[in-house]
């Protein structure tokens, strides 16, 4: 079983380009959450979905979109990409609260320069 | 808002001592969920260990458990008998049934001295 799946895992991009992250969950989980990991800053909450259909604002959300259209699939889109939006990308899920357990994909490590 | 913080950006251990990571958190909730995680140099996160709020005794699994103190909103992690596995990021977490938002602290890197 694929868990969680984040894609791509390594990116490079220029200032002012734009792209989607991908996050797909294959165990049916209604929450998906989104991070950014930056050293020494631990995690911060950028959006995250209780629901297809559903979505909100989290602790760091200028600068990211997201839609949430199947169960599964939980993209997050940079428009316009700064150096401050370098850093290392999670994508994590829950099954029914947010009280259990997350899985997370293993990241994607973003470089804009 | 809720806020998660851990005050010990590093600690060392030495292999098979015990060592406790703090974590203290802000809330005005009543009903609300502590973690721990870990992220060793892989990257991959794992759930260490869970705490619900209204349960008073404190969470253990094997090796790891904590220290709830829900007045002092404090929620410390002790790991007995380190070992070398145990190195790794060990971050604190907080979420509540009201908002479902789920906030970590900034992580405390944890070293094993063999």
């Known amino acids: 079983n694929a868990g969680v799946t984040q894609t791509p895992k390594f990116r490079i991009l220029k200032i002012g380009q734009s792209m989607t992250l991908q996050c797909t969950q294959d165990m049916n989980h209604n929450y998906m959450y989104w991070y950014r990991q930056d050293p020494g800053m631990g995690l911060k909450l950028i959006y995250y979905?209780?629901?297809?259909?559903?979505?909100d604002k989290g602790e760091v959300p200028n600068g990211y979109n997201v839609s949430r259209s199947t169960t599964e699939d939980f993209p997050l889109r940079l428009e316009l990409a700064a150096p401050s939006q370098t850093s290392v990308y999670f994508c994590a899920s829950s099954y029914w609260t947010s009280n259990e357990k997350l899985f997370f994909g293993s990241g994607t490590q973003l470089s804009v320069l | 808002a809720q806020t998660v913080t851990q005050s010990q950006p590093e600690m060392s251990v030495q292999e098979a001592e015990t060592v406790t990571l703090s974590c203290t958190y802000d809330?005005?909730?009543?009903?609300?969920?502590l973690f721990w995680y870990k992220q060793p140099p892989s990257r991959q996160m794992i759930l260490v260990i869970r705490?619900?709020?209204?349960?008073?005794q404190n969470a253990t699994e094997n090796r790891f458990s904590v220290n709830f103190q829900k007045a002092a909103k404090s929620f410390s992690l002790k790991i007995s008998d380190s070992q070398l596995g145990d190195a790794a990021m060990y971050f604190c977490a907080y979420t509540s049934p009201r908002d479902d938002k789920i906030i970590f602290g900034k992580g405390t890197r944890l070293h094993i001295l063999p």
């Open positions: 809330t005005s909730e009543s009903d609300y969920y």
């Open positions: 705490q619900e709020a209204y349960k008073q």
């Open positions: 979905s209780v629901g297809a259909g559903i979505t």
